[in-house]
């Protein structure tokens, strides 16, 4: 190999070893785990046939989110919301305790807390 050969190619060695360094440590960093606070609308699924809300709709819940710092970075490019499925419940108030599957995460994602804890609901017969 002639010298300005050797050259190139060592130079050409030494940035795919700078490039290969920095994706390296960006997957190390970004798989750490960190916490994110959301606000979540709150939404009613499966009301059943004859019921219909009759208290106030609930303000957005804030959610504290763990995981990997990648997909903690993606959760605002996608909606979040909290989906309470009302198809067992008759009339009457009702408390309601949003779980992990409430919120449609990534499986990798935890809910650490919810605030507040728990949703009321008033059920009424329609007219």
């Given at each position: ?24 440590w ?12 959301l606000?979540v ?15 106030p ?16 970075l ?22 309601v ?18 605030y ?10 329609r007219?």
């Open positions: 190999m002639t010298q300005p050969k050797a050259q190139e190619w060592s130079k050409g060695v030494k940035a795919l070893s700078v490039l290969l360094a920095v994706l390296i960006s997957s190390v960093i970004l798989e750490r785990p960190a916490e994110m606070k606000n609308p709150v939404s009613f699924q499966r009301v059943p046939a004859g019921l219909w809300v009759d208290s709709p609930p303000g957005d819940l804030q959610v504290i989110v763990s995981g990997p710092q990648i997909l903690l993606l959760l605002p490019l996608r909606p979040v919301s909290c989906e309470i499925d009302l198809s067992t419940a008759g009339s009457g108030e009702l408390v305790t949003p779980t992990q599957g409430s919120f449609g995460l990534d499986p990798e994602l935890k809910v650490v807390r919810v507040p804890e728990s949703i009321t609901v008033v059920l009424a017969q007219k």
